[in-house]
């Protein structure tokens, strides 16, 4: 009970949102005799939150299988395998990108520096701009939502998810999003749904593995399914030693389960 509760509050804020991955945890343990983070490394990481940011207006990343060393189990390739919506969400996003008007793409961008410099009532008000302009754009709803979680703004940002949805309903940043709040409200079978459609949309999507890891390991106990996204995770972020120690845990605790069966 010690271990989990300790691994439970080192895990509970690494929630991961937008393009970039945000990690919002101390960092993880193996045993009950590692230092916790101090509270200057856990404010470094909470300043990151700022930083999640969704540019709509480039390509993401194809669904490619990354070139990693760890991809040696089939199963672990599998889980980067092009689906039929990812290769519909990446049409959508290069025909996004070929149409969007210059002064919208400005306007978006000058959007997301406000956002960067926390500026967060000018980039509220960039992207209600874009909006008006260009309402098929959901990166300007999800940015939105973004801002109102940090915000403290809860019931605002699931309506923008919402709205982000409605326009583009195979996104995977607004499915993840969505499986953030969820999360957070507590409801679980939510959150996995919701991580599970952003990893169709989008199979190599870092943030979304390691946030249906967490979920499942710590709030589902399922172990095997929290096992197999650290993995995942790794694949595509191997030198993150963090999450490395957290699989490591993880792997100890399912031996141990296994070898009291």
């Not at 199963?75 to 996004?96: G, H, I, V």
């Not at 967060?120 to 701009?129: E, H, I, M, P, T």
Request: aromatic content about 6%; overall charge negative; proline content about 3%.
């Amino acid at each position: 009970m010690r271990y989990f509760n300790r691994h439970l509050q080192q895990h509970k804020n690494a929630i991961a949102i937008g393009l970039f991955t945000v990690m919002l945890s101390a960092c993880s343990t193996i045993n009950d005799t590692d230092e916790a983070v101090s509270a200057e490394e856990q404010q470094a990481e909470l300043k990151k939150l700022a930083k999640a940011l969704v540019d709509e207006t480039e390509l993401e990343k194809s669904s490619t299988p990354p070139d990693n060393k760890l991809a040696s189990d089939t199963n672990q390739q599998d889980a980067f395998k092009p689906t039929e919506q990812s290769l519909e969400y990446q049409r959508k996003q290069k025909q996004m990108q070929q149409s969007i008007p210059s002064n919208i793409s400005e306007l978006y961008q000058r959007a997301l520096s406000a956002m960067q410099a926390e500026q967060w009532q000018q980039a509220n008000d960039l992207f209600s701009q874009v909006i008006v302009l260009s309402p098929e754009l959901s990166g300007s709803y999800l940015n939105q939502a973004i801002i109102a979680q940090k915000t403290q703004q809860l019931v605002l940002a699931q309506e923008k998810i919402n709205q982000a949805l409605k326009v583009n309903p195979i996104s995977p940043y607004a499915h993840n999003l969505n499986g953030v709040l969820a999360r957070q409200r507590g409801e679980f079978q939510v959150a996995e749904q919701s991580y599970l459609a952003a990893l169709n949309s989008l199979p190599n999507y870092a943030d979304a593995h390691l946030n249906l890891a967490i979920l499942a390991e710590l709030y589902q106990g399922k172990l095997a399914l929290a096992q197999q996204h650290y993995q995942a995770y790794l694949m595509i972020h191997q030198d993150d030693k963090q999450v490395q120690r957290w699989l490591a845990g993880l792997s100890l605790k399912l031996a141990q389960t296994n070898a009291g069966e």
